[in-house]
């Protein structure tokens, strides 16, 4: 029988952590929305049928244009409507963005870094990475970034692949570009594998409007969404006044960008600027400060 795989079942455990965010604030929020329109499965470009959507996917191995017409209105309306929501409240977010996504829509791309938005890679498209060899997933991950810089201007600090392979943080940290890495579940504050390790942002699959979709349908409306939301904000909230947090929430341009589910993110937004113990920032700028200021303090 071989080894069992090497997990870390501890973590920090009941330790709590004596730290502050910026201006003495003790939960940082972290808003991300997911750009990868475009760069779906589809039988077209990789030989597979999309599995989530507004619709359960078509039975036969060919192309499903009713699915790719529901991505499309991510990048031709939803993206817009989520930006004019980011500017409104004065929120700066970051975009986990496939290359392909970005490509597809440079006036997008221009606006999203008009505004400020951290662009992270996610990726050269939508491809899961445990399908690569380590020498495939190298060289994805290195176009990936060549694009990226390209059309944004900048190379991308963070990674963020939605389904990692065993030697994704190795090709990450290899590269050099990558600060951080999301691929990660575990945790409510940043932490690294080992001393020296890429830096490691836990994300969220619960907080994440991506349960409106097909095969998911977990919030039917946006008050679910909303209800959810802020349930998990307030309970770590409370608990950062004794152990400081990190908290995400998880957006898809075609899903939140829908006229009755903005709704949700509107009233959350709102919500939170009722409280100045909370400090809203991209996902670099709270691995930035976890480097600099919390780090060398734990």
């Known amino acids: 029988m071989s080894a069992e795989p090497k997990r870390d079942l501890v973590g920090y455990g009941n330790k709590k952590m004596h730290f502050s965010w910026p201006g003495g604030k003790r939960l940082a929020l972290s808003i991300v929305v997911n750009f990868e329109e475009g760069s779906e499965h589809s039988v077209a470009t990789d030989g597979l049928v999309e599995g989530v959507g507004e619709f359960l996917p078509v039975d036969l191995m060919v192309r499903d244009v009713g699915n790719e017409s529901s991505y499309e209105y991510g990048s031709r309306v939803g ?10 409240f004065e ?6 963005a496939t290359a392909m996504a970005l490509q597809a829509n440079k006036p997008a791309t221009d606006a999203i870094v008009k505004a400020g938005h951290e662009v992270c890679d996610h990726g050269l498209t939508w491809t899961e990475h445990y399908r690569f060899s380590y020498e495939q997933e190298k060289e994805a991950i290195a176009k990936s970034v060549e694009v990226i810089e390209e059309l944004t201007g900048k190379k991308p600090v963070g990674f963020y692949a939605r389904e990692p392979s065993v030697n994704t943080l190795k090709v990450v940290q290899e590269l050099g570009n990558f600060i951080y890495d999301s691929d990660v579940y575990n945790d409510d504050v940043p932490y690294r594998v080992a001393p020296g390790g890429i830096l490691l942002l836990p994300y969220t699959p619960d907080v994440n409007d991506f349960h409106f979709l097909s095969p998911m349908h977990r919030f039917s409306n946006s008050s679910d969404f909303f209800a959810y939301m802020k349930d998990s904000f307030d309970v770590l909230r409370e608990e950062a006044k004794v152990s400081s947090k990190m908290m995400s929430v998880g957006l898809h341009a075609r899903v939140s960008g829908r006229p009755g589910r903005v709704v949700a993110l509107r009233k959350f937004l709102e919500y939170v600027r009722g409280f100045d113990d909370v400090w809203v920032a991209t996902r670099e700028e709270i691995a930035r400060y976890w480097v600099d200021q919390v780090e060398p303090t734990i």
């Open 79 to 88: 993206v817009w409507r989520l930006l004019s929501t980011f500017k409104k």
């Open 91 to 96: 929120t700066r977010v970051t975009f986990f």
